[in-house]
């Protein structure tokens, strides 16, 4: 389409705005500055034109493009987290725009040991000739996902420009607190009103993601027996100890994140607190079928159930929690979902390609909150580290792709 996209110069002032998330902070959002970027989306989306538009005490921030159709079409929405990953450091973000990129190693200006490579990155063998954006070297850049938002603030400025394409309500909603597992806690489904979601929070062109991991999260509690060290033969039972022996007693080659892909789960020592009398150990437990996350449990209790009989005395909790599911487990009867998505990538000259997520979005979390929501492409690479980078082009793109969304879900109405 014949069009001077905003979502590049939008991107990069976007990324400068730190709204880092904090998974130890209990309020919501868990950083009072994720605001800050709310504030600004809602201002610009007020002076594109859009009326129905609200941010809330959450930070979150719904808004309206208005149906020009006089079709019966499904209300639609189109989401992305303006939060950053606790990962890597989001403050002060200084994006590099490199035009023409020619395949050679793009170092990093303010840190030269942050080298980004085609060996390293081979997607960017792809990308020659497109217009790359990296940070500067000592933070992440904030693809994840600041381009999906620049996406759809884009979106919302083409349709807004040109009210003769076809196309039912579409709204638009921006969370918080995605990069820490909250993103939609608190969204009020009633007042977004949408049928059928999408997320904007994908990879490499052309990605679509109808199906991420199933997720829990598992606690143990060891409990020891404390005793004066120098008076503890015999009675002394270490809590940190059998924790220790129980975490190396865990597979070295295959059930971890660092030895498995594809459709594998796995389980995942998070975090541990030890004292001698009661230490913590916290788990994620990851699986793309629901049910065989219970046999990871089991196993994993097991496990804690036989080190823990070695030491006469000690005793052990076990507890789990639901995070997600796999949207999947919704997506499967809805198939129309994910076809409109295909057929609109198709149409805006990309080959659509379907990924697994190992991982979740808001997404997952919204499928079974009433809005089946699969995950479109952004351009986001090396997200949560230093050497992450988008292409102009691929964000350019995703524009396309939902502006001929909008009008495959009215036409086929």
Known sequence: MSYQYTVAERFMRYV?????????????????????????LA??????????????EYGYVYATIPSTTDKNVPVICYCSHMDTAPDCSGKVVKPILHANYQGQDIVLPDDTTQVITTTKYPYLKERIGDDI???????????????????????????????EIKHGKIRVLFTPDEEVGRGVEKVDMKKLGAEFGYTLDGGERGALEGESF???????VIHGISAHPGYAKGKLVSAIKIAGEFIDALPKT??????????????????????????????????????????????????????????PGARYEFTVHEQYRNMMDILKDLPHVMDYANEAMLRAGVQPEQHLIRGGTDGSRLSFMGMPCPN?????MAIHSKHEYVSVQDMQKAVDTLVQLAQVWEEKS
């Open 254 to 311: 295959s059930w971890s994140p660092e030895t498995t892909e594809g459709r594998q789960g796995y389980i995942h020592p998070m975090a541990i607190d030890g004292q001698i009398e009661k230490t913590t150990v916290k788990f994620i437990i990851r699986d793309f079928e629901t049910a065989l996350l219970k046999e990871h449990e089991n196993r994993l209790e097991a496990i804690l159930q036989e080190t823990v009989a070695k030491y």
């Open 214 to 220: 199933s997720a829990d999260g598992a606690v143990a």
């Open 43 to 56: 201002e610009e989306l007020k002076a594109i034109g859009l009326s129905d538009v609200d941010m809330d």
């Open 16 to 40: 400068q705005v730190d709204t880092q998330s904090d998974p130890e902070a209990t309020c919501f959002p868990s950083t009072e500055k994720q605001k800050d970027l709310s504030k600004i």
């Open 376 to 380: 479109i492409f952004t351009g986001e």
């Open 133 to 163: 954006i990296t940070a500067s070297g000592l933070t992440l850049l904030g693809a994840d996902d600041k381009a999906g938002v620049a996406i759809i603030m884009d979106l919302v400025n083409y349709l807004t420009q040109h009210p």
